[in-house]
């Protein structure tokens, strides 16, 4: 049940969601006692931390022009991860 749920999570359009459903696929992989379940969830974990470090950096850059700013926001909240995957190209 938690890795079905988990799995769901995985698949929203933030870190959050994302991260929370690792969370809760590594604790039913613990609970089931599947190693290899637990080191690609832990491959998938560092993919996000990665791309999330990439992100900061982006985001802390002072946009010269608040409209550029503006369009990066906006498809920022609507698809944050898929966002930052294309930025990190």
């Known amino acids: ?3 079905v749920a988990g799995t769901r999570l995985e698949a929203g359009a933030t870190f959050l969601d994302r991260m929370i459903g690792l969370s809760l696929q590594t604790k039913g ?7 290899s379940a637990i080191a690609a969830i832990g491959k ?3 993919y996000l931390s990665d791309l999330m470090s990439k992100g900061r950096a982006f985001w802390q ?5 608040a409209s550029l700013w503006r ?3 906006l498809r920022n909240i609507t698809d944050e991860v898929g966002y930052h995957e294309i930025m990190s190209r």
């Open 1 to 3: 049940m938690l890795t």
């Open 29 to 35: 992989a613990e609970l089931r006692g599947d190693a």
């Open 44 to 46: 998938k974990r560092a």
């Open 61 to 65: 850059y002072q946009w010269p022009i």
């Open 71 to 73: 369009d990066h926001f």
